[in-house]
């Protein structure tokens, strides 16, 4: 790979090594190697340049013959320097816990990518290793452990710096506030520092009325597990350039609305990377009040009291959260998995939630829009009455590809509510819905290569219920579901290239108008009070070239409710091992055409009932009739100007039975 060479120091934070040029031929920049045993090569790299990087402050203040030192390790550095060079490569960089070149991209103006050869401090816990309080600026006694640690804070020049604590516990007992360009750092997760009962935040930015900027923490675990307020492990208001990695939360688990895990407010250009957050009393990580320029990624998020990810909130301008990318997040248990209200372009990918309490990710309570979420899983939640997915109408621009919504206590997806709109669902899969598996109230939805398997004995217990208008249904398969495969109650609905297996009450119902199904097929429809494949109830209804097999009563209805049907088309059609064929049981429907359909191997005699007005009946084929067979087609007496012409009866020798139908027209066609 070629080399880039460029005039800065390149810092990569990776469990507390820092490194300069490439691995190979890093000087060691941090405390990290406190952690090797004494005698080894690298505690002699230590030995030589710990006073290079952050020398005691005892030490730093001995006047001519530390500077001397400090002066002939800088040189010797400087000369170092310049016969590695400045370069590296992206596989440099690419190391698993290390940042990569991508993602300094994400900050503007690269600033973790700078000189950063800065005052650095090391602060040591009360338990931490002889060796570590040795080289200390600072050594804690184990009692309000953040006066020392403010303290080295407080020391580093405007420029700022880095401080460093070692392994071991840091008892606190008042928030510690980082000020701009500083880099709090520990020992992984051997670093802790202990909340107790502080009643205020743990971690949190100098200035939170105008702000901060380029605050990195990383590398330390903090136990608030006894802290007692609604308060956060992390809060950053108003800064702009922040990075969090490596980082442990743990939380007490019980109560309500008590600590957060990580809160930004009004947050521009933050990342938070590999966190693991545990049994807060609150949201794991919430991101409010218009934050822009945000990356969540690699966290995992165990049984928050409420939702493991809450975006809501306008800053003070009323703008909305914005380009916020969320990625491989790991969640169980909690409130909701994703809350996301007041927000713009939210993507949302390769999460897994497990055993939620209420919905998995539930969308614009008060507005959102540009919304994606892919490649996700979302298993079980436990409240009787919710979704996994639910979207509140006033939701736009959603996109939702490629999850996998699982054992749903309602529906897997629901757009519950008029208002909704432009909305595509794709490559989806909703298995064991207690209710239904896809509910849209919303218009403009578009729902493709999507599979429900499953689903269970709620009000709605349909493959997909559509109320809204403009949807497009395609290549969709329903299987196992205990009343609808499809119902429609909207109006301009597409429906092609979609299999119905086993359903209980119809494959297709449709109450909308503008209708258009085609290339489906229904197969098996049983158990029901009337299992048909298509139920019609609208106008303009067309159904093209469908297979429709194994069902118990009905073809093609429209008796009943929904059953006024005006300018229904049912041509090129597969019907086989079908009770009735045509049910035209309401004397108001008018103008429908039957046509070009092939009946194969039905079961009644009856194979078309019809009443109302303008019936067109042409070009039909009817084979492998029952035994006895006494008559295809029975024509009610308030049917008016009924066609039968051009169809091929030669299975029986009088098809047609007239009821009294007025102008009845039955030439030509082909009987035995």
């Known amino acids: 790979m070629e080399k880039q060479n460029i005039p800065v120091h390149v810092l990569i934070p990776n469990a507390g090594n820092l490194y300069i040029g490439n691995k190979e031929n890093a000087v060691l920049r941090t405390a990290s190697l406190l952690r090797q045993p004494p005698g080894t090569a690298d505690h002699k790299i230590w030995d030589s340049y710990s006073?290079?990087?952050?020398?005691?402050?005892?030490?730093?203040?001995?006047?001519?013959?530390?500077?001397?030192?400090?002066?002939?390790?800088?040189?010797?550095?400087?000369?170092?320097?310049?016969?590695?060079?400045?370069?590296?490569?992206?596989?440099?960089?690419?190391?698993?816990?290390?940042?990569?070149?991508?993602?300094?991209?994400?900050?503007?103006?690269?600033?973790?990518?700078?000189?950063?050869?800065?005052?650095?401090?090391?602060?040591?816990?009360?338990?931490?290793?002889?060796?570590?309080?040795?080289?200390?600026?600072?050594?804690?006694?184990?009692?309000?452990?953040?006066?020392?640690?403010?303290?080295?804070?407080?020391?580093?020049?405007?420029?700022?710096?880095?401080?460093?604590?070692?392994?071991?516990?840091?008892?606190?007992?008042?928030?510690?506030?980082?000020?701009?360009?500083?880099?709090?750092?520990?020992?992984?997760?051997?670093?802790?520092?202990?909340?107790?009962?502080?009643?205020?935040?743990?971690?949190?930015?100098?200035?939170?009325?105008?702000?901060?900027?380029?605050?990195?923490?990383?590398?330390?675990?903090?136990?608030?597990?006894?802290?007692?307020?609604?308060?956060?492990?992390?809060?950053?208001?108003?800064?702009?350039?922040?990075?969090?990695?490596?980082?442990?939360?743990?939380?007490?688990?019980?109560?309500?609305?008590?600590?957060?895990?990580?809160?930004?407010?009004?947050?521009?250009?933050?990342?938070?990377?590999?966190?693991?957050?545990?049994?807060?009393?609150?949201?794991?990580?919430?991101?409010?009040?218009?934050?822009?320029?945000?990356?969540?990624?690699?966290?995992?998020?165990?049984?928050?009291?409420?939702?493991?990810?809450?975006?809501?909130?306008?800053?003070?301008s009323g703008n909305n959260n914005r380009r916020i990318v969320i990625n491989n997040i790991t969640g169980h248990e909690g409130h909701h998995g994703f809350y996301v209200d007041h927000a713009n372009d939210v993507s949302i990918s390769n999460a897994n939630l497990y055993n939620i309490r209420y919905d998995g990710f539930i969308v614009g309570k008060t507005f959102a829009s540009e919304i994606s979420l892919s490649n996700s899983l979302f298993d079980t939640n436990t409240h009787p009455t919710q979704d996994l997915c639910f979207f509140y109408p006033n939701s736009s621009h959603i996109n939702i590809s490629n999850c996998i919504f699982k054992n749903a206590q309602n529906h897997g997806i629901s757009l519950q509510q008029a208002g909704s709109e432009d909305v595509t669902i794709t490559g989806c899969k909703i298995i064991n819905s207690g209710d239904g598996g896809i509910r849209t109230m919303g218009s403009y939805v578009t729902i493709s290569n999507c599979t429900v398997d499953g689903t269970g004995n709620g009000t709605a217990p349909n493959g997909i219920y559509a109320g809204g208008d403009h949807l497009m249904?395609?290549?969709?398969?329903?299987?196992?579901?205990?009343?609808?495969?499809?119902?429609?109650?909207?109006?301009?609905?597409?429906?092609?290239?979609?299999?119905?297996?086993?359903?209980?009450?119809?494959?297709?119902?449709?109450?909308?108008?503008?209708?258009?199904?085609?290339?489906?097929?229904?197969?098996?429809?049983?158990?029901?009070?009337?299992?048909?494949?298509?139920?019609?109830?609208?106008?303009?209804?067309?159904?093209?070239?469908?297979?429709?097999?194994?069902?118990?009563?009905?073809?093609?209805?429209?008796?009943?409710?929904?059953?006024?049907?005006?300018?229904?088309?049912?041509?090129?059609?597969?019907?086989?091992?079908?009770?009735?064929?045509?049910?035209?049981?309401?004397?108001?429907?008018?103008?429908?055409?039957?046509?070009?359909?092939?009946?194969?191997?039905f079961n009644d005699c009856d194979t078309m009932y019809i009443m109302g007005d303008n019936i067109i009946v042409m070009g039909n084929r009817w084979v492998n009739p029952p035994t006895p067979l006494t008559r295809l087609i029975y024509v009610e007496s308030t049917s008016d100007y009924v066609w039968i012409t051009n169809n091929d009866f030669s299975v029986i020798a009088d098809p047609i039975y007239d009821a009294g139908a007025g102008h009845l027209t039955q030439t030509p066609n082909m009987s035995r």
């Not at 429809?525 to 009337?530: P, Q, S, Y």
């Not at 429209?558 to 049910?583: A, E, P, Q």
């Open 473 to 601: 249904i395609s290549n969709c398969h329903f299987k196992d579901v205990n009343n609808d495969g499809i119902r429609i109650t909207g109006d301009d609905v597409s429906i092609s290239n979609c299999r119905v297996e086993n359903c209980r009450e119809y494959g297709f119902y449709c109450a909308g108008d503008r209708i258009n199904i085609s290339n489906c097929t229904v197969d098996t429809v049983t158990g029901g009070t009337e299992p048909s494949a298509v139920k019609g109830g609208g106008t303009d209804i067309i159904i093209d070239n469908c297979i429709f097999q194994n069902i118990d009563d009905f073809g093609v209805t429209t008796s009943g409710k929904y059953g006024d049907v005006s300018n229904l088309i049912v041509r090129g059609c597969l019907f086989k091992s079908i009770g009735d064929i045509v049910y035209h049981g309401n004397s108001k429907n008018k103008n429908v055409t039957f046509v070009n359909n092939i009946i194969d191997d």
């Open 51 to 316: 006073l290079s990087s952050f020398g005691r402050k005892r030490d730093m203040r001995k006047g001519n013959q530390h500077n001397l030192l400090k002066l002939t390790v800088i040189l010797f550095t400087m000369s170092f320097i310049c016969q590695i060079g400045f370069s590296y490569s992206q596989a440099d960089l690419n190391r698993d816990g290390i940042v990569t070149f991508e993602d300094f991209s994400v900050f503007a103006n690269s600033w973790l990518v700078e000189d950063y050869n800065k005052v650095g401090y090391l602060v040591a816990a009360s338990d931490a290793s002889s060796r570590a309080k040795s080289h200390a600026d600072y050594v804690c006694d184990g009692t309000a452990d953040d006066v020392e640690i403010q303290e080295a804070i407080d020391s580093l020049p405007v420029a700022g710096g880095k401080i460093y604590l070692s392994e071991g516990t840091f008892n606190i007992t008042s928030k510690i506030s980082i000020p701009n360009d500083v880099w709090l750092q520990g020992f992984g997760f051997s670093t802790v520092i202990d909340s107790g009962t502080l009643t205020t935040i743990v971690l949190e930015n100098s200035d939170t009325s105008i702000g901060n900027s380029q605050i990195v923490i990383t590398d330390l675990k903090l136990d608030v597990s006894s802290m007692a307020s609604d308060k956060s492990a992390i809060h950053l208001k108003k800064v702009n350039h922040s990075y969090v990695s490596n980082v442990y939360i743990v939380g007490g688990g019980e109560g309500e609305y008590g600590e957060h895990g990580i809160y930004l407010e009004t947050v521009a250009h933050s990342r938070i990377v590999n966190v693991t957050i545990e049994t807060v009393n609150n949201n794991s990580i919430i991101i409010g009040q218009g934050c822009s320029d945000i990356i969540i990624e690699n966290v995992i998020s165990i049984d928050p009291y409420l939702d493991h990810i809450h975006i809501e909130g306008q800053d003070d």
